[in-house]
């Protein structure tokens, strides 16, 4: 299985202009997990993106292949240093938001598995949301999980849409949309508080306008803005 994802992975990079030493240069490496994808980005002293460098794979039905990753993991240069890797971000459609109000750790497993399909090798995990007084609540796969612990023991592990949903906007109308090659997180913001929070996958981009417009209209927002990242 190995040979085969190393044969058919597709990879991109970038890298800024004047970083001399590019590992040397790099500070903080923040990693992005997604199904069949990895990306890694590097940063400098100051915050500024020093190398951005991507894979993925399309060969094989499964969506999270195992020896994709940890290939991935021993291999890429951005990852060498654990003592760099600051943040882990888990691309994953599988995601409910629960006030603190009504939080209950031991049932939150079971609100998500009746939204959304949750395998008996997931691990279910969470995370607070102290800017909206509420818990992210997501699935992703248990063998992902240790790969992570295993290679990067010391970061923090999220899932992608805990980035968008620790900001605040002062009382502004936005819609934060992060696309990647197969899905779009969206969050939508009226008078600095969250209105919805999804993920979807995605063909064309007018799937991911079409989703955008429906969330606005479902939550009376004419004028917003809106914030693109991939």
Request: charged share 20%; net charge negative.
């Amino acid at each position: 299985m190995l040979d085969i994802i190393k044969t058919a992975v597709n990879k991109q990079q970038y890298a800024g202009p004047d970083t001399g030493n590019l590992m040397a240069s790099v500070k903080k490496v923040v990693l992005v997990l997604g199904p069949r994808s990895l990306m890694s980005v590097g940063y400098g002293d100051k915050g500024e993106i020093f190398a951005i460098r991507y894979c993925d794979y399309n060969n094989v039905t499964s969506d999270w292949i195992g020896d994709f990753y940890e290939h991935q993991f021993i291999t890429e240069p951005l990852l060498a240093d654990e003592e760099k890797i600051a943040a882990v971000f888990i691309s994953t459609d599988r995601t409910v938001v629960i006030p603190a109000s009504l939080y209950n750790s031991s049932e939150a497993a079971n609100w998500l598995r009746k939204l959304h399909l949750v395998e008996n090798d997931d691990v279910v995990s969470e995370y607070k949301l102290g800017s909206d007084d509420a818990y992210l609540t997501y699935a992703w796969p248990q063998m992902l999980q240790e790969l992570v612990k295993r290679y990067f023991s010391k970061a923090q592990t999220f899932s992608i849409n805990a980035a968008q949903l620790n900001r605040s906007f002062k009382n502004s109308t936005v819609v934060q949309c992060n696309i990647s090659i197969r899905e779009a997180a969206i969050t939508v913001y009226k008078g600095n508080k969250l209105q919805a929070s999804e993920t979807i996958y995605y063909n064309t981009a007018e799937d991911i306008a079409y989703r955008i417009q429906y969330l606005c209209k479902s939550n009376n927002i004419e004028d917003a803005q809106i914030r693109c990242t991939t």
